[in-house]
């Protein structure tokens, strides 16, 4: 419950707020992904699904493929989300979709060639963002960094009750 008085001091102020600065620079990012992309067909989204298949290939790692599930948790999607992009990739023959041998409740994604004759396009994509942001590759990845660690702190804490309020009338 509020009482009158107990109103916060701070002056929020939308352009002081974290939240919103790395709200802005996603759209951005994104944004640029979004032209640079335009060659390949892909959509963001579709490209990151892309970057985690394209990163376990060059693993040499002769798996059928990666999970739904483990797609999803790299990814950090539901599936929900995720489910529909990697059947619009399977649409488009860049990825398989097949059930696991040793468990049928597993679906295995992997890439096709068609899919991985991409990566070339995406690497250019790539090279055109990285210009765009006008960092060097160590500002770039102490971002990053700073980044990854806000993000795991943020998945850490945990989630406040909501505080109730009295409501008028």
Known sequence: MTHPGDEPTADLQLD??????????????????????????????????????????RTGDRTPGLSLKELGERLSLDNGTLSPLVKRLAQLGLVTRHRSLADERVLLVACTPAGRDLYRDAVTAQASVVEATGMTAAAAADLRDALETLTTRLRGHATPEPVETERAG
């Open 16 to 57: 002081d707020q974290l939240c919103f600065a790395l709200y802005s620079a996603s759209r951005a990012i994104t944004g640029c992904y979004r032209a640079a992309l335009s060659a390949t067909g892909l959509t963001y989204s579709q490209y990151i699904v892309m970057l985690v298949l394209w990163e376990q290939d």
